[in-house]
């Protein structure tokens, strides 16, 4: 018995928004270290920080 072209088609595309669903799925998962990844952003710009010292956005130094 052969598929038509139809049927592969919708194989395949189903297929493929099970797969992308099942990568959603861990995505959201919660890393360890999620945390303190995040807190190591600046509360104002959102980039990370180096070190302990305050971020060049609120020293005035956009570099």
């Known amino acids: 018995m052969r598929a038509s072209g ?3 088609i919708f194989k395949i595309v189903s297929l493929f928004l099970v797969a992308m669903a099942v990568l959603a799925m861990f995505g959201k998962l919660r890393y360890p270290g999620q945390k303190r990844l995040d807190a190591a ?8 920080r180096n070190g302990k010292g305050p971020c060049a956005c609120t ?3 956009r570099g």
């Open 6 to 8: 139809s049927d592969v």
């Open 41 to 48: 952003r600046c509360p104002t710009c959102g980039r990370f």
């Open 59 to 61: 020293k005035g130094n």
